[in-house]
């Protein structure tokens, strides 16, 4: 099996928000509040970023754009899921503080510091048993996910039902319950690959918007590795 995908099996894990230059510099990012400047309105996945964006679940950079076509990190996915607006009942605000000891300076995880700008949302979906930790016990924020392990995730926040059939990889019955839903993008062809933040985009749009009207990838053109 492919390393990234046995990695998934392995983990089950997941994270984000949509700002790596604040991973990088410890800033929270701020939502926008105009279209970004990088997703013309004659572009594919203008609806759906604009959908979330106005939902106030987007971020994007200091120059206004979002770069859709850059790799999502965990921290930028858990920020991402945390958001009251896709994950119901979640107590991001209040996480920290209800499920942490006033002094611990980590979350759940060595490696996720209690005033780091995704902490709260890693609490959240820890607690909410969307993701978990890797073997080592971290959370390794900075990593990329892939379109398995992103679907395993999403199919969890939206509570799917998901049957497993014989000689199914890990991955495949929420692969399944995504595609039942016309929810893969077109542009998804490996489930090995990382996911965009524009693909995840478009995908939490079309779940939460329930748009299953548009043209989605099938299953049997997705590679495994």
């Not at 005033?115 to 909410?128: L, R």
């Amino acid at each position: 099996m492919n390393r990234f995908l046995a990695r998934g099996l392995a983990t089950a894990t997941l994270v984000a928000s949509l700002a790596p230059a604040a991973l990088a510099q410890g800033t929270s990012p701020a939502f926008a509040d105009k279209p970004f400047t990088d997703v013309p309105s004659n572009s594919a996945g203008y609806e759906g970023i604009e959908y979330l964006r106005q939902g106030n679940v987007l971020t994007g950079y200091e120059d206004g754009t979002f770069k859709p076509d850059n790799r999502l990190n965990r921290a930028e996915f858990a920020k991402l899921i945390a958001n009251p607006f896709i994950m119901k009942n979640s107590r991001v605000t209040d996480c920290i503080n209800e499920n942490m000891e006033e002094d611990d300076m980590t979350v759940f995880f060595p490696d996720v510091q209690r005033d780091a700008w995704y902490g709260a949302s890693v609490c959240a979906v820890k607690v909410a048993e969307i993701v978990d930790g890797y073997p080592d016990g971290e959370y390794k924020p900075n990593r990329t996910i892939n379109v398995a392990e992103a679907m395993k995730m999403l199919a969890g926040v939206f509570a799917y039902e998901t049957k497993t059939e014989p000689n199914d990889d890990w991955f495949m019955p929420y692969a399944r319950a995504l595609a039942e839903r016309n929810a893969i993008p077109t542009s998804i062809n490996n489930f090995s690959d990382p996911i965009t933040r524009g693909e995840m985009a478009e995908i939490l749009y079309r779940l939460k918007a329930d748009r299953q009207d548009k043209a989605s990838q099938s299953l049997g053109n997705i590679r495994k590795y």
